[in-house]
C-alpha cells in the first residue's frame, strides 16, 4: 500500500472515530435535531467527515436499510456554502448498508449542516414513506484537523 492510501485509510479511521464518539454539542460530526433522529425504515450507521479515496475529504453518512423492503434514499447535504452542497440518490435492499458522501473543500465551524434524507417505496420516487433530518456540527478543533489533513492530502498528491 502507498503512503497516500495509507494517509487515506488512516484519515478515514480516526475521523470515523471522532465523529461517531462525538454526538454532544461540543464535538464534531452527527448530532442530534431537537427532535431525536427517528426513523422506521433506516438506521444511521456513521456520519461526518471522512477521507474518500478519489474524492479527498468528504462529508459522509453511512445509512442502513432495516426493512424488508427495497427502497430508494435520497441524502441532501446542506452546507453553508451553497457551492458545497450536494444531494446524493441510493437505492438500498433490505438489511444493506451504504455511503452517502458529499466532497468539501473548507468547513465552516460553529455551524450546523443540516441534512434532509428522503425515502422512498418506489423507483420513480413518487411514494414518500419518511423524510427524517439530522445534522453535523464541527467545532473550531475539527475545522482545523479538516484544514490540516487536506494541507498533507494535497501534499502527498504533488508527489
Known amino acids: 500500500m502507498n503512503v497516500l492510501k495509507m494517509i487515506k485509510v488512516a484519515i478515514a479511521i480516526l ?9 454532544a454539542p461540543q464535538g464534531g ?5 431537537s427532535k431525536q433522529f427517528s426513523s422506521q425504515w433506516i438506521e444511521i450507521t456513521m456520519g461526518g467527515m ?20 427495497t427502497l430508494q434514499v435520497s441524502v441532501a447535504f446542506i452546507t453553508p456554502d451553497p457551492t458545497q452542497r ?8 433490505s438489511a444493506q448498508s451504504s455511503l452517502f458522501s458529499c466532497p468539501q473543500k473548507s468547513l465552516t ?30 467545532s473550531e478543533k ?5 484544514e490540516e489533513l487536506t494541507k498533507k492530502l494535497e501534499a502527498e498528491k504533488a508527489k
Request: proline fraction near 6%; aromatic fraction near 8%.
Open 15 to 23: 475521523l470515523s472515530i471522532v465523529v461517531t464518539s462525538c454526538a
Open 29 to 33: 460530526g452527527v448530532r442530534p435535531t
Open 50 to 69: 471522512m477521507a474518500l479515496p478519489g474524492e479527498g475529504l468528504a462529508l459522509a453518512l453511512s445509512l442502513k436499510n432495516k426493512s424488508s423492503k
Open 86 to 93: 450536494c444531494e446524493v440518490t441510493k437505492q438500498l435492499n
Open 109 to 138: 465551524p460553529n455551524t450546523d449542516y443540516p441534512i434532509e434524507i428522503s425515502i422512498y417505496s418506489d423507483e420513480g420516487h413518487k411514494n414518500l414513506v419518511e423524510k427524517p433530518r439530522t445534522q453535523f456540527y464541527f
Open 142 to 146: 475539527d475545522a482545523k484537523a479538516f
